[in-house]
């Protein structure tokens, strides 16, 4: 009689227990899940961005061929930044093992170094959808060009984005630099001369001289931010002198465009297009 007992409370403070998880999965909106594996296109959006942000799950993407589609794909990962509503596209094991031996990312990204703007935050992406390249500033230079280049005419990326950023320190450091010693890094240097900022910093001040010059011409506004819209539209202007992007943006096929990363917001504003 006792065990019978015993089982009968036990059954009970189980079954209470089960209710009360029920419950609580209730009032917080999610819907009881079976155990075996849900198939996500019959879930509410919500459940399924959770299950997708714990068990890596991400529903298949079209390739994306043409640039104007490659950038609404960018902002709307870039909405769901700012809103906080994270997919965390193509992160999972799955993902990682498709891409191992071959790759198609529909963006370029070029950025700063800056820690607080990683591109692959910022817009919401994951493992082979956007090939980054970034320097202080987004100085260019021979490396950074042909980097560009071998993604449009080697993986055949539809998209540059070249992408600035608010209270930008590089460009920040530039203006002192010029303001207060004429900085700057010649690689025509004499033996024994030296540029104002230490080892090849000052080829960064260069890279930014002709931007935060074109801003003190403007006469208004905040410096470093004029500096950096410039500085964004420049190497727009730059990168499409490159004979292999100029043919590739002519057909069509490609577009380089200038944007702004806001610090306090997340969000991206196209400067350029």
């Known amino acids: ?50 299950l997708s942000g714990a068990g890596g799950y991400s529903a298949p993407e079209k390739p994306v061929t043409l640039p104007q589609d490659a950038l ?17 596209p193509n992160r999972s094991p799955q993902r990682r093992s498709a891409v191992a031996h071959s790759q198609q990312p529909f963006a370029t990204i070029l950025g700063c170094v800056d820690s607080r703007v990683p591109p692959e935050l910022v817009f919401d992406r994951g493992l082979g ?14 490396a950074v060009i042909g980097s560009i280049e071998f993604g449009s005419f080697e993986l055949k ?25 004429g900085g700057g890094h010649r690689r025509s240097k004499k033996k024994g001369e030296h540029s104002a900022e230490p080892g090849d910093i000052g080829y960064i001040v260069e890279g930014l001289r002709p931007a935060i010059e074109k801003a003190q011409s403007w006469g208004m506004g905040d410096l470093a931010e004029n500096a950096m819209r410039a500085n964004v539209s420049l190497t727009v202007q730059r990168l ?17 465009v200038g944007a702004r990363y806001d610090l306090d917001s997340g969000a991206v504003e196209v400067l350029f297009s």
């Open 240 to 256: 499409r002198k490159s004979p292999v992007l100029s043919a590739a943006e002519e057909s069509g096929r490609l577009k380089i």
């Open 1 to 50: 009689m006792s065990e019978n007992i015993l089982s009968r409370r036990d059954f009970l403070r189980l079954s209470g227990a089960t209710a009360l998880t029920t419950t609580l999965t209730a009032c917080a909106g999610y819907p009881p899940v079976a155990e075996s594996n849900p198939d996500p296109d019959s879930m509410p959006p919500h459940v399924a961005q959770a």
């Open 129 to 142: 959808d956007l090939l980054v390249i970034r320097s202080a500033g987004e100085v260019l230079d021979e």
């Open 72 to 88: 609404q794909r960018l902002m709307e990962g870039n909405q769901r930044f700012v809103a906080n509503r994270f997919l965390d």
């Open 157 to 181: 990326i539809p998209l540059i984005v070249v992408l600035g950023h608010e209270r930008c320190g590089a460009v920040k450091a530039a203006i002192d630099a010029l303001e207060h010693g």
